[in-house]
């Protein structure tokens, strides 16, 4: 018997609508797929048609329940970026600045990030995944700027790739000896 008696209820609430001025429950189903810095939950909200008033009342009560962090945010977006090899360094502020991440927690999120992982093994990586084969020594110089400027616009320095491109080229030689 009880089973009828929850079930009833669920369909009861079924006929009752959601306050549509309301974009707590709208900024709820938005952070649950994932993360978001509070600039775009606001821009998606207000996308949406919400009051401004009522978009900052629920962006408060994010805040206030943990849903909402932009500190957290930034440093799980920055740490991805560079393990996948898509960012790094002044990338990664650029990337964090576009997604409405104040600068102060933007640079802490990248040096957070950095002292977990090590930008020359995430180069070294990149190159091994991306080029497998490329050797610079032998390459045409055409060839050589499309790597190269791949791995500037990741973010890497030149001294760094070319530092990391030389160390592969001398490895290569001494396999072949």
Known sequence: ?????LTKKVKNNRGQKPDSTDPWPTALRILT???????????????????PARIEAALKRCLELAYLDDARYALNRATSLMNQGRAVGKRVLLDLRQHGVN????????????????????????????????NYDSAPAKERRRVVHFLQRRGFTIDRIMAQLTRRGLETRDENR
């Not at 018997?1 to 008696?5: R, S």
């Not at 797929?33 to 009051?51: A, I, N, P, V, W």
């Open 1 to 5: 018997m009880p089973l009828t008696a």
């Open 103 to 134: 600068e102060e927690i933007a640079n802490r999120a990248l040096e957070l990030a950095r002292e977990a992982l090590d930008e020359e093994q995430l180069l070294a990586s990149l190159l091994e995944r991306r080029f497998a084969n490329f």
């Open 33 to 51: 797929g994932r993360d978001y810095s509070q600039t775009e939950l606001r821009q998606r909200l207000t996308d949406k048609g919400f009051d």
